[in-house]
């Protein structure tokens, strides 16, 4: 099953500007994670925020946290051509098994 | 560091003929995961493996797949027989331990399935 529903589904930017993905989810996390997914390759960790955390920041990427909402962002500042792939939040869910649930994934397109 | 290793890399099989991938994880990761991602999807965890122990396989069809990993290093995952609505790209990722850790991911492999 899906947890995490993400928002928007796609997104097109100019190179520069910024990008705000969302995903929400439904049930008590130990963390939350972003992931990126280049057109047929593999998933690339980005940034992991654990429940007790409201903010973290990692080079371009800011991820918040609120778990009150069960929500969660992720903004890319001054994005760049590369940047264009799909990004996924997945939920760590509380029980520390490690089993992950990946939402549907935003499609971000950065046009140079 | 050598990532997560996957083979083969694309798969073309006609329904009820089965198929095997293997994974090799990162070096020292004791979990092991297999997801199955459909088409515009994201990953569904079919089966995580600690060591050479199944943590859970709750979402794997288990009278088609099955998956093992002995010696708790490379990994397996076999389906048989293949359906349609098989087809999807079969990642394979491993971590350090189960919990709060990242996972790292193979770059796939893609079956298709007619």
């Known amino acids: 099953s899906q947890q995490g529903e993400e928002d928007p589904q796609a997104l097109s930017i100019q190179e520069g500007e910024n990008a705000t993905m969302n995903c929400s989810y439904k049930?008590?996390?130990?963390?939350l994670q972003w992931y990126r997914q280049n057109s047929g390759r593999g998933l690339v960790h980005l940034i992991l925020i654990r429940s007790n955390e409201r903010e973290k920041h990692s080079g371009r990427l800011r991820v918040t946290l609120d778990t009150s909402k069960k929500s969660s962002s992720l903004l890319i500042t001054a994005s760049r051509a590369a940047d264009t792939a799909s990004y996924f939040c997945?939920?760590?869910?509380?029980?520390?098994?490690?089993?992950?649930?990946f939402g549907q994934g935003t499609t971000l397109q950065v046009k140079p | 560091e050598a990532g997560v290793a996957q083979s083969p890399r694309y798969k073309i099989i006609e329904k009820r003929q089965s198929v095997a991938f293997w994974c090799n994880p990162i070096s020292g990761h004791a979990t092991l995961y297999w997801y199955q991602q459909i088409l515009g999807q994201g990953p569904k965890l079919l089966i995580q493996?600690?060591?050479?122990?199944?943590?859970?396989d709750s979402q794997l069809p288990k009278d088609r797949f099955s998956a093992e990993r002995l010696k708790g290093v490379d990994s397996t995952l076999k389906i048989q027989p293949a359906k349609l609505e098989d087809s999807a790209v079969y990642l394979c990722?491993?971590?350090?331990?189960?919990?709060?850790?990242?996972?790292?991911f193979g770059p796939g492999t893609r079956l298709t399935v007619t």
């Open positions: 049930t008590s996390i130990n963390n």
């Open positions: 990722a491993s971590s350090l331990g189960a919990g709060s850790y990242e996972q790292y």
């Open positions: 997945a939920t760590d869910e509380s029980g520390n098994t490690g089993k992950l649930i």
């Open positions: 493996f600690q060591n050479n122990g199944v943590v859970d």
